[in-house]
């Protein structure tokens, strides 16, 4: 068994006593493994462990790693969990199975070209940066609700839920109860949050996917 393979099963037993501890139903809570990185044979085992979520940061990355192992376990769902270009709409599409990070207008309308002209329809969720960081994607907590209205009535994009990734240094608490609460205003079910540091706390404020990179793959 590799190293990453022993650690997808310590992350799968703490998530499945966070559920627990949660009052979620077992599995309720979906684990993407972060590979960004990693090579195709460090992922190819845990593949084979039966992980079949992932995400990717980088769409040009992603596009060397991903078709062959896609090619090779059909049922792989494959998340794009880094900034979209919108010149770098159309591959996206056609690789990514979860878009995580739609964050402004003019994504929102290449996607919604780009999946009509390729009759592909990637779930999609809309970044929020919660802690208004200047340096980081994500739309403004204020400005988050009336997007994804736009999203659906402007642009016909169906919104599954939200993700955020909240300050490196500050309690995470706050920022997942807030990215809750724009989830229920804007009528959305889904909450990606959650990594290697916090994804026990985040699943406590209600996540229904966490993003595990370095916890399973080691360090980066
Ligand atoms: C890299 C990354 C993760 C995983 O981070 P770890 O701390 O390694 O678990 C999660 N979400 C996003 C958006 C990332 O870029």
């Known amino acids: 068994m590799t190293n990453a393979v022993k650690q997808l099963h310590a992350v799968k037993a703490k998530i499945a006593n966070a559920e627990r501890e949660a009052k979620q139903a077992p599995g309720a809570v979906t684990l993407v493994a972060v590979s960004k990185t990693f090579a195709a044979e460090d992922i190819r085992p845990v593949i084979e462990a039966d992980q079949r979520v992932f995400g990717e ?3 040009q990355e992603a596009q060397g790693k991903w078709p062959a192992l896609k090619a090779a376990f059909a049922d792989i769902e494959l998340h794009l969990i880094g900034p979209l270009q919108s010149n770098k709409a159309k591959e996206a599409v056609a690789l990514f199975d979860v878009i995580e990070t739609v964050d402004r207008e003019k994504i929102a309308a290449e996607l919604s ?14 970044q929020v940066n919660t802690g208004s960081e200047p340096q980081k994607a994500g739309i403004e907590p204020r400005e988050a609700v009336a997007f994804v209205k736009r999203c659906r009535d402007v642009h016909g994009l169906a919104i599954e839920g939200l993700m955020c990734i909240p300050p490196a240094d500050e309690n995470p608490g706050p920022h997942f109860a807030l990215l809750e609460k724009l989830a229920r205003e ?8 959650g990594m290697s540091g916090d994804y026990e706390t985040a699943i406590a404020f209600g996540a229904t996917s966490v993003r595990v990179g370095s916890a399973i793959f080691g360090n980066r």
Do not use: I
């Open 57 to 59: 940061n980088r769409v």
């Open 113 to 126: 070209k780009e999946m009509a002209r390729q009759g592909r329809t990637p779930k999609l969720y809309v």
């Open 186 to 193: 804007a009528g959305v079910a889904k909450l990606s949050m």
